[in-house]
């Protein structure tokens, strides 16, 4: 199945920017769907985006609508959340999560998961 880590986390003041980025390997074919998620302390699971990767199509989260991005460099294997305009609420542990086939948004419809990685905004 596939293996995913993580890196890229860290922390910026309110308005900053980071760049996330999800290794991938051990897996074969196109035909998946990778996702983001987030969870800060005592919240629930949140999903944040997905992208297929048979047509590249992603989709978000009404709460990062036009302030994040996600895209999947296939020569790399590696799968990127640009995040901009970071606001406090979007402190939170992010994961990257793989499965094959269809998008989900529900995070127990993936079986494989990176670490995680903490993003953490000031004010």
């Known amino acids: 199945q596939v293996q995913l880590q993580e890196s890229g986390g860290g922390s910026v003041q309110a308005g900053g920017s980071l760049r996330l980025s999800c290794a991938a390997s051990g897996y074969s074919g196109s035909r998946y769907c990778m996702a983001w998620f987030r969870q800060a302390p005592g919240k629930e699971r949140e999903w944040v985006a997905t992208?297929?990767?048979?047509?590249?199509?992603?989709y978000y989260a009404d709460s990062v609508k036009g302030r994040f991005s996600t895209s999947r460099d296939n020569a790399k294997n590696t799968l990127y959340l640009q995040m901009n305009s970071l606001k406090p609420d979007d402190t939170a542990l992010y994961y990257c999560a793989a499965r094959g086939g269809y998008c989900s948004t529900s995070s127990r419809t993936f079986p494989n998961w990176g670490q995680g990685t903490q993003v953490t905004v000031s004010s």
């Open positions: 992208i297929y990767t048979v047509n590249g199509i992603a």
